[in-house]
């Protein structure tokens, strides 16, 4: 069955830009996670949602950083005026539940962002 | 903060060995920790967890102990092989089971 997508793969742009990661989670699963990965380190929790609504955004890092989840499916993470310190893996999770135990957290492959 | 931090950045087993990978946490309020797999290009892959009021879980060739004393976590690997070449993250997850707080990870490198 299908996992976890994310697109693009790969997404090089200049400091200043504007840039759109897509998550695709797998079918029926109500949670969705964004973390942001850096070089030879664990993932970093960045924001987690509860079909539409963010429940959690406390590690988004600063205002340039949004995720929108709008039908409970599909979750774009924004992140405007780019700096080369956002240059990482974000990967995206999903999970079938939510709170009353752990659900696993299934991640995609993540899209590479390299900020010039 | 709290953390979760692992004592070895990189390891290198023969083939055919265990392995043993090591995991210091901070949090003793954590109920839930987990390991994970994570493989070049490729997303955290769950391996094995374990809960709080366990010392000891095993799956296939792979072991989990958890020392609340210390706060020390590891995975064993069995008989370790090629395909277990990845970087291994421990983890643990909040109360409020919303997100996994991960370690630095270990490198696994299997010598054929």
């Known amino acids: 069955g299908a996992g976890v997508s994310q697109t693009p793969s790969n997404k090089v742009t200049e400091k200043g830009k504007y840039v759109e990661l897509r998550c695709d989670p797998i079918s029926g699963h109500t949670a969705l996670y964004w973390y942001r990965q850096s070089l030879g380190q664990g993932p970093e929790f960045l924001i987690y949602?509860?079909?539409?609504?963010?429940?959690?955004d406390s590690g988004l890092p600063n205002d340039r950083f949004f995720a929108v989840r709008p039908e409970g499916s599909v979750s774009t993470l924004k992140i405007q005026r780019t700096e080369r310190g956002d240059s990482a893996v974000y990967l995206c999770a999903s999970s079938p539940n939510y709170g009353s135990r752990y659900n696993e957290q299934f991640f995609g492959p993540g899209t590479r962002l390299t900020v010039l | 903060g709290e953390s979760v931090g692992l004592h070895l950045p990189t390891l290198s087993v023969q083939e055919g060995d265990n392995s043993i990978i090591n995991c210091a946490y901070s949090n003793s309020a954590s109920d839930y920790f987990i390991w994970y797999k994570q493989e070049s290009g490729k997303g955290p892959q769950f391996i094995i967890d374990i809960r709080s009021n366990m010392d000891k879980r095993q799956g296939q060739r792979v072991t989990v102990l958890l020392n609340k004393t210390v706060k020390h976590l590891s995975l064993q690997i069995a008989a370790t092989q090629p395909g277990d070449s990845a970087v291994y993250f421990c983890a643990e997850i909040t109360t409020s089971y919303d997100k996994v707080i991960f370690g630095p990870g270990t490198s696994l490198s299997v010598i054929p």
């Open positions: 949602f509860q079909g539409t609504g963010a429940a959690d």
